[in-house]
């Protein structure tokens, strides 16, 4: 019992040891402040309460087992004692640290308590201060609110204020550990104006470039400086309060207001008219004292800059090239589209800006970074781009054999830009490109022709085999990638003096307007080369060599052959036109004779004199008709016949024939029927000519038919033009032999006639193509031979005929 006694007087004592520290700091106004401001007397003072505070814990333990009612209260009473005590404590140090006057203090379940002597003559009986007495109601009511906020949250403030009996003070709330604070201090006029005395101040807020203003408990402006007179169009700082020209809106100034009734400081950014242009203010106020900093230019460069972020961002989207930004502290800043396509992530894990090891590791279970046997090691090795000074380049491959070149570029923040650029593409093309390069140099050796290509810079870049051996060249001569120019030396020996490397070397160095080139070398040894410069698409030439020697050799002597031909050709011609046009004159004489022999008046002539003249003259005849036709192929060959062209009526023609062959259809027993309407129609064709094309063709039929058979003579419009038909009915014409009859001199025995000279039908093809138709021969359906000549409505003369 004597031990508790003992123990309960100590914790009495260190209670009202601080109640005296406190009742003498509140005493002497702080005059004490100075000595025991210090953190070692503080700490001393908090920790004699703990150590206190744990005694009579341990007191009360021990003591618990025998009393316990009695032990629970005494407890409470000593923790609420103590909580008390630390609290004035806390109270004491805050009051010596803000230099206050004085102040109360209060804490949850425990009633305000005043200290300090600003406070000393308005405490009621039992301890509680009397703000309404010290204040007054004006400022009371200023201190509702802020008071309210600081009870319910913990919220600070400060507040100027004037009390009851007009002194200005500056009140303080804080919140402090477990308990509340009000703080008092009183306000001098150097306090108001600050470290700078008050006509400095006055002068100086007056001089300022940006616009200051002062309000009266109303809110009504009671002085501005010549800048915001400036910035409203006012002529003056006085014209400016006279007038209450505001350079505020109502909102921002109703805003104000209610910061000042509580107690707060007010912040805004404003847009306003100033001096005639817009401009973006950043405003400030506390009490009544306001001033406004033009941010005009701020707001613009940081729109820019936001403007030079967005467009940076559009363009990196744009990249194919993946971009990827980490932090200092290694988490996602940025990334662009390209790069969450390359790696398949989600947008909703991007968006939870997750940190670099956590992509990675989140990558590394999908086998989408390469394959590592220690794959920390590694993630700690691509960290190292945080602390390094110049780009690190890598390559990464893949599991499913793609590969990324990757360059890590460190921030000047600290952070680390990672760009990706998949190349597997542009690997795999590289690697068929090699390949066809290889396939290519194996492709130009196995080439009999000579190839060369040349770059843009006229420098040998590719060559065979064949190049090589035809200019009796070696690989180590053409080693060092020469010079057209050098190269050109190396052939002059074998090519001479030609023009023709010269015409190569303007191909291959020409700059502008590069035109392939084709030419023909015979070297000094006699072999005969054809060239050619072929301008690429990249700048480059290729130049190729075939060796046509053998081929020349034939071509010279297959011309030399052809001019012979022509030559005999052009002698047969000239023969057979002498020799037609002398045998056409003896034979003309004995055709007049024999017609003068058969007229009565040179006698009469026995039958068997006239059977003879009859032989005579159809013997004349025939040779007649025959050397019209070599006359007319002799002048066909050389090009001299002219057709008379005009309009040739289908029917006229048609019914001229059976007059001309009207001998040969009574020797032959033979009909002719002609088919065709009374309106046929007409074309544009030499009429004698055509005659001449029918009768042939009638006189073929009439000597293929049998006695009593018949011929026909039709016509029939095409969409081609005008067919003329002529049908026998003879044995026919086989296949075989369609197209041997138009030969010259083609003769075959047809039914009971003899063959011919076979020049007929030679002659109706060429008479037929000079008309610009055609001929066709074959077996008429149901048996004999059907002709058809097919005569254009206009004709397109041509000297050339068939032969």
């Known amino acids: 019992m004597d031990a508790r006694k003992a123990d309960r007087d100590r914790s009495t004592a260190r209670l009202r040891t601080a109640g005296a520290v406190a009742a003498l700091l509140a005493g002497t106004n702080g005059a004490l402040a100075l000595p025991l401001a210090g953190p070692s007397v503080e700490d001393a003072l908090l920790t004699a309460l703990a150590i206190g505070g744990c005694a009579a814990a341990v007191a009360l333990a021990g003591w618990h087992g025998l009393r316990q009612r009695r032990a629970d209260r005494v407890a409470l009473e000593r923790a609420r004692s103590l909580a008390a005590a630390r609290a004035e404590v806390l109270g004491l140090r805050t009051l010596l640290a803000a230099d206050a006057d004085g102040g109360i203090i209060w804490s949850f379940g425990a009633a305000p308590s005043a200290f300090g002597s600003a406070l000393a003559a308005q405490r009621e009986p039992d301890g509680v201060p009397d703000l309404a007495a010290w204040l007054g109601p004006a400022a009371l009511g200023a201190l509702t609110a802020p008071l309210a906020r600081l009870e319910k949250s913990g919220e600070g403030f400060r507040l100027r204020v004037t009390g009851a009996d007009g002194r200005r003070m500056e009140i303080e709330g804080r919140a402090t550990g477990g308990c509340r604070l009000l703080l008092a201090r009183k306000v001098t006029d150097q306090d108001v104006a600050g470290a700078i005395p008050a006509p400095e101040a006055a002068a100086l807020v007056a001089a300022l470039p940006q616009p200051a203003w002062l309000r009266d408990a109303d809110g009504q402006l009671a002085g501005v400086n010549a800048a915001f007179a400036a910035a409203v169009g006012a002529a003056s700082p006085a014209e400016a309060v006279e007038r209450h020209v505001e350079l505020l809106d109502q909102p921002l100034r109703e805003a104000a207001a209610l910061a000042r009734r509580g107690g707060s400081d007010h912040r805004a950014r404003a847009r306003v008219v100033s001096g005639g242009q817009r401009r973006v203010l950043e405003v400030f106020e506390r009490g009544g004292a306001g001033l406004a900093i033009d941010v005009t230019e701020e707001e613009a460069l940081k729109r820019e800059i936001e403007r030079t972020v967005t467009a940076h961002r559009r363009t990196l989207d744009q990249l194919a090239t993946a971009v990827v930004m980490f932090g200092a502290d290694e988490r996602l800043m940025f990334h662009n589209a390209a790069y969450e396509r390359l790696f398949d992530l989600d947008a909703p894990f991007l968006d939870a800006r997750p940190t670099e090891s956590e992509i990675l590791e989140h990558l590394r279970t999908r086998r989408r970074v390469p394959e590592q046997a220690d794959f920390r090691a590694w993630r700690e090795h ?14 990464w491959h893949l599991p499913g054999g793609q590969m990324l070149r990757t360059v890590a570029t460190p921030n000047a923040e600290g952070g680390v830009t990672y760009l990706f650029e998949d190349v597997s593409e542009h690997v795999a093309l590289e690697s068929r490109y090699n390949s066809l390069i290889r396939i290519q140099g194996e492709t130009l050796d196995g080439l009999a022709e000579a190839v060369a290509v040349f770059g843009s810079d006229g420098r040998l870049r590719l060559y065979n085999q064949a190049f090589l051996a035809l200019w009796s060249l070696t690989a180590q001569a053409l080693g060092d990638k020469p010079h057209i120019d050098a190269v050109a030396a190396m052939c002059r020996p074998l090519h001479g003096e030609t023009r023709a490397w010269a015409r190569i070397r303007a191909v291959v160095t020409a700059i502008e307007h590069r035109k392939g080139e ?39 002597a297959l011309i030399e052959r052809n001019e012979a031909l022509e030559a005999a050709d052009a002698l047969k011609n000239a023969f057979v036109g002498h020799v037609s046009y002398h045998l056409r004159t003896p034979l003309n004489s004995l055709i007049g004779y024999a017609h003068m022999l058969g007229e009565p008046a040179f006698g009469a002539l026995t039958d068997r004199q006239s059977e003879f003249l009859g032989h005579v ?29 005009g309009e040739v009526e289908v029917r006229e023609i048609l019914d001229s024939v059976p007059d001309a062959v009207r001998d040969l259809l009574e020797e032959a027993g ?13 074309f544009r064709g030499d009429a004698r000519r055509v005659r001449q094309v029918l009768f042939n063709l ?7 038919s049998p006695q009593g058979g018949t011929v026909t003579l039709g016509a029939e419009r095409r969409a081609d033009g005008v067919a003329l038909t002529v049908r026998d009915q003879g044995p026919g014409i086989a296949a075989e032999i369609a197209q041997t009859l138009f030969q010259r001199f083609e003769a075959r025995p047809v039914g009971r006639s003899r063959a011919g000279v076979g020049l007929g039908l030679s002659i109706v093809r060429s008479f037929m193509e000079l008309h610009g138709g055609s001929i066709s021969l074959a077996t008429a359906p149901g048996g004999g031979a059907l002709a058809v000549c097919v005569f254009p409505f206009e004709a397109q003369p041509r000297r050339e005929a068939a032969e």
């Open 670 to 682: 033979v009909r002719l029927v002609i088919a065709a309407a009374a309106d046929a129609g007409r």
């Open 382 to 395: 691509l960290r190292e781009a945080y602390r390094a000074v110049e780009p690190v380049h890598d390559w």
């Open 617 to 645: 003259r159809q013997s004349s005849d025939t040779l007649r008709a025959l050397i019209d036709d070599i006359l007319d192929l002799a002048t066909i060959d050389a090009g001299g016949m002219d057709l008379d062209l």
């Open 518 to 556: 084709a030419l023909r070398l015979e070297r000094a040894d006699g072999r005969v080369l054809d060239g050619a410069a072929q301008p690429l698409p990249d700048g480059g030439t290729m130049v190729t060599f075939r060796d046509v020697t053998d081929s020349v050799q034939v071509e010279r």
């Open 698 to 704: 009638v006189s073929n039929a009439i000597a293929a």
